[in-house]
């Protein structure tokens, strides 16, 4: 099928398996917003998009999905199955997912990333299931010689209304394989849903609990071999010399030679040890003795990172990336007015499954295995970096222990091609939790300066600006254009009643490389913004949430913050207990949390109770939102209160959990989880539980002792 020749039933049908399936195919957009699609909704033939089969419904009724992103957790290989099944009229346990090789051609945006995969695609998997069901419904009144509307869908099979006969869907599939798709489709009313809405339990799990489930780490090749790498420690090192004397004499060992890796605009050097299993592999890397080149470049310290950007955020006005009204007038003259720093660390991802990849290069092309969060990306780099075209990088994914956005990386893939490339066979690589922790990349250190100006208990202005490294500079080089997620974080109906704002970005750079971690920047501008909106309201002489009320005056904002107050008894406060509000806005999903906190018979504060409030719109599984947002708040607790990554003369001082410390079972509160019900589109869920926590935190901490925390992470037996 050309390209250029693609029609409106193009887009939806293409049909295959020599005739005896029924395969329908379309394009997940690039972002996610509303798709350029066909059949009314635009024309795929602009996005230059090579249609395949996105699922096929075989003879005997199975149904099989090509799931074109990751699955890292967050539930997509759940949601996604439970979508088609609900207009396709199927039992779930009847849908079969498989991860699609990277192909953008085929597929469109595949990058796990931004809490996008059902946010983008839902309105197309309706369509999807809707049309399969209305193309079989059609071939089965045909065949009783009825009309369709005398038939009906129910778990896989089409039954005729008048006689009760019924045909099982592989009856059906040959026949509907030659129909053209049609071309209105009705979809369900959410009233009428069966399954999308339901708590249903996660497929995945079975999988992942008796070890059939395939990770990076379980994928094995005929004839591989096995690598581990010692890198340089500082990302712009350079291998000085290096004696593989000892590490030869390891059992197993076949090969020591210097790899070079690509770290986007730059590259990291080290020693590659292959042995014939992973413990060789490893042991011959104890056993090497690298001396390294680490002249030319800042060995940087932690204390100088946060002087520096404070420096400069007291010095500079910085790039503006949003700018309404005048600020700086009010601020110069009005009464109150408040000039506050926050502060936030560097933070590593820390999946618990650690970085991996199998590489198997072949001349004219490079096959690769692993946990992998943007196959395009490693196509990409890779075909740019060996010079092919790049439909010879194959890209395959498999399930990941957790990604948190480090796996949308192109270093560890590239890597293992190298790796690969030098020995002639297939390899894995693999890192321990010390290559991860000390290798990077992080979310950025960061400080923010926030100026506001109060009259008569109302804002009159609010300014914003952060000094802190720009991830895109690392992809893309560094621009004269202010961090595109400046203001991230901060809700769109403040904008509307604060007529005086402006965001900034003071521009920072270090040898460290970022990347981006759980909800991105609104991770670190939730906890300066919403810290300082609550200042601004004891400044103002307003409870925090009735600040926010007047402010936030759009439906969806007081309908929110009306069942967060309920929830969580904010009107119902006793003494000697704290309560802190925040209320985020992340990939087109807003979250109000409140944080209760109290003081333990020996006087030290605890975390009492979380309430969390989601409106992400339409959605498919409670549960799945539930644990995500739960998932995030810890997360979150741990960044707050328990660890940070530091530098010091320019290494890693958190080499492994005994230093990065995770939350215990222990140290989790509980948490109350409760989700808004509109008809708004669908937002994303697997990250925007995370900014609010901090900042409601924080703000229940200073509600409880009078304590201003505005410097993360902090340790709550000193509060």
């Known amino acids: 099928m050309s390209n250029k020749q693609v029609s409106r039933r193009d887009f939806l049908r293409v049909t295959g398996l020599a005739g005896t399936a029924l395969c329908l195919g379309f394009y997940f957009p690039s972002n996610a917003k509303e798709p350029e699609v066909v059949n009314g909704l635009g024309n795929a033939a602009k996005s230059n998009i090579e249609l395949n089969a996105w699922m096929h419904i075989d003879t005997d009724g199975k149904v099989t999905l090509f799931n074109h992103r990751a699955e890292m957790g967050q539930g997509s290989y759940q949601s996604v199955p439970q979508i088609i099944a609900e207009e396709l009229e199927v039992d779930l346990k009847e849908v079969n997912i498989v991860f699609a090789q990277g192909n953008r051609d085929k597929y469109g945006n595949q990058v796990t990333g931004g809490s996008s995969t059902i946010r983008g695609s839902y309105k197309n998997l309706l369509k999807l299931g809707a049309t399969a069901r209305i193309m079989l419904i059609s071939v089965a009144a045909k065949k009783w010689g009825v009309s369709s509307s005398d038939c009906y869908a129910e778990s896989g099979h089409v039954i005729n209304r008048i006689s009760g006969k019924k045909f099982h869907y592989g009856e059906l599939v040959t026949e509907a394989s030659k129909l053209e798709t049609p071309d209105h489709i009705v979809l369900k009313n959410r009233a009428d849903y069966k399954i999308i809405g339901k708590p249903l339990h996660r497929q995945d799990t079975p999988l992942k609990t008796n070890g059939t489930a395939v990770f990076g780490l379980d994928k094995k090749l005929p004839d591989m071999l096995y690598a581990a790498v010692e890198r340089n420690p500082r990302l712009r090192g350079k291998v000085k010399s290096f004696d593989a004397s000892a590490a030869l004499k390891v059992p197993g060992v076949k090969r020591v030679f210097k790899v070079r890796m690509g770290v986007f605009k730059t590259f990291r050097e080290g020693v590659a040890v292959v042995a014939t299993s992973t413990w060789a592999a490893l042991q011959g890397k104890k056993a090497l003795k690298v001396e390294w080149d680490d002249s030319g470049f800042e060995h940087i310290n932690s204390s100088d990172i946060f002087k520096r950007q404070q420096k400069e955020l007291h010095t500079k006005e910085g790039l503006i990336l949003k700018k309404q ?57 890779i075909a740019e970096q060996l010079q092919l075209p790049r439909e010879k990088v194959i890209v395959n994914m498999t399930f990941l222990g957790g990604g948190f956005g480090r ?90 009643s604060i007529k005086n704002i402006s965001f900034a970005e003071v521009q920072f750079e270090t040898p460290i490389p970022t990347m981006w971690w759980r909800s991105v920047y609104a991770s670190t501008n939730g906890f300066a913004y919403e810290s300082f909106l609550d200042e601004v309201a004891i400044t103002a002489e307003k409870d925090p949430l009735d600040l926010r009320r007047t402010y936030l005056k759009d439906e969806r904002s007081q309908l929110l913050m009306d069942k967060i107050e309920a929830v969580s008894g904010w009107k119902r406060r006793k003494p000697n207990e704290g309560f802190g509000l925040a209320i985020t806005e992340c990939f087109s999903s807003t979250v109000a949390q409140v ?76 948490i109350e989880v409760h989700i808004m019900e509109n008809d708004a589109n669908a937002g994303g869920v697997g990250e925007p539980g995370l900014p609010a926590f901090a900042p409601a935190l924080t703000n229940a901490i200073y509600d409880l002792t009078g304590k201003r925390i505005r410097t993360l992470p902090f340790d709550m037996n000193e509060v």
Request: proline share 6%; aromatic share 10%.
């Open 325 to 381: 009204g005048n600020p700086d007038e009010f601020l110069n003259h009005t009464g109150k007015t408040l000039d506050l720093i926050y502060q936030t660390p560097y933070q590593s991802h820390s999946a618990m499954e650690p970085v991996n990849c199998i590489a198997h290069f072949q001349g004219d092309k490079v096959e690769i295995w692993g946990p992998i969060q943007a196959p395009e990306w490693v196509q990409d780099y």
């Open 407 to 496: 796996k949308a990386f192109m270093d560890y893939p590239h890597e293992a091609t190298m790796i690969s490339k030098e020995i002639g066979a297939p390899v894995q690589v693999i890192w321990t939790r010390e290559d991860d922790a000390t290798q990077g990349p992080y979310r950025p250190g960061i400080s923010y300066r926030c100026q506001a100006a109060v009259n008569d208990g109302q804002i009159t202005a609010l300014k914003f600006r952060m000094a802190g490294q720009n991830n895109d500079h690392w992809r893309n080089g560094k621009t004269d254009q202010a961090n595109r997620s400046t203001s991230e974080g901060f809700l769109q109906p403040y904008y509307e």
């Open 595 to 670: 944080v209760k906190v109290s003081r333990d018979a020996g006087g030290k504060v605890k975390i009492d109770q979380v309430w969390a409030v989601m409106d992400c719109g339409w959605y498919v599984n409670p549960d799945i939102i539930s644990a995500q947002v739960e998932g995030s708040i810890v997360m979150a607790l741990g960044a707050s209160t328990i660890h940070e990554i530091t530098f010091k003369d320019g290494l890693v001082e958190q080499k492994n959990f005994y230093a990065y410390k995770m939350p215990r079972i222990t140290d989790i509160p509980p």
